[in-house]
């Protein structure tokens, strides 16, 4: 695949970008990007080129999970969203969050708080690593100063709302889910780097291999 203009120029400039000529070698870099556009995928390919992972994705999965998040979630919710068997049901959950913002600001104010605790416990224990943190709303939540530097991945539209249909999402869910974040376009405006993940896996690994020999020099 070719990659559409702007980011082919975001890619050709990593070279003489002058924040690539100032990173320390121990850095943070916060990956970011659209629903279905491709993060984990990236992030699975900075982990084999030996940085540090952390999913917030997978934090806030945890943070759900917790017998501790339970009574917040039973308050801010109802007992509807919980399965029989006493678990936080997710799909139930989604319901609620992506057709309503307040009900998304009340899931985030309970999960946020924790999942950003342990995230950055983690990068404050071991501060001589080269850490990549996965996070969708990473503008959403001007979390960028915390970070080196921002990476964005993307794709278009029509690619994103083919993968969310192959998760069994309809057309109308992907669009809400796809609404309730801020506009790719924007997030890659705003990205310092990003990456176009419309091709094969191999494209995508060209991109961040090259974006990793830049802050390994």
């Known amino acids: 695949?070719?990659?559409?203009?702007?980011?082919?120029r975001r890619i050709s400039r990593l070279a003489g970008n002058a924040l690539f000529r100032t990173l320390p070698r121990r850095m943070r870099i916060a990956l970011t990007g659209g629903i279905a556009c491709g993060k984990s995928a990236a992030s699975a390919i900075f982990?084999?080129?030996?940085?540090?992972?952390?999913?917030?994705?997978?934090?806030?999965?945890?943070?759900?999970?917790?017998p501790e998040t339970a009574p917040a979630l039973r308050e801010a919710f109802g007992a509807e969203i919980f399965a029989p068997d006493g678990t936080p049901s997710r799909p139930a959950l989604a319901a609620h969050v992506f057709a309503s913002a307040a009900a998304r600001a009340r899931l985030e104010a309970i999960l946020h708080p924790e999942v950003h605790r342990r995230w950055l416990?983690?990068?404050?224990?071991?501060?001589?690593?080269?850490?990549?943190?996965?996070?969708?709303?990473?503008?959403?939540?001007?979390?960028?100063?915390?970070f080196d530097f921002s990476v964005c991945v993307h794709c278009t539209l029509p690619v994103q709302l083919k993968r969310m249909a192959t998760r069994g999402?309809?057309?109308?869910?992907s669009h809400a889910r796809i609404a309730a974040q801020?506009?790719?376009?924007?997030k890659i405006r705003r990205a310092d780097c990003c990456l176009f993940n419309e091709g094969s896996l191999a494209f995508l690994e060209l991109q961040a291999r090259r974006l990793a020999n830049q802050t390994h020099r």
């Not at 695949?1 to 082919?8: D, E, N, S, V, Y």
């Not at 992972?53 to 917790?66: F, G, P």
């Not at 801020?182 to 924007?186: A, F, Q, S, V």
């Open 182 to 186: 801020l506009p790719l376009d924007e």
């Open 1 to 8: 695949a070719t990659a559409p203009p702007l980011a082919r």
């Open 169 to 173: 999402l309809t057309a109308a869910q």
């Open 47 to 66: 982990a084999s080129l030996g940085f540090s992972v952390i999913s917030t994705d997978a934090l806030a999965h945890q943070v759900l999970a917790a």
């Open 121 to 146: 416990a983690a990068c404050d224990a071991a501060p001589d690593r080269r850490w990549l943190i996965e996070i969708p709303l990473l503008f959403e939540k001007n979390l960028e100063t915390r």
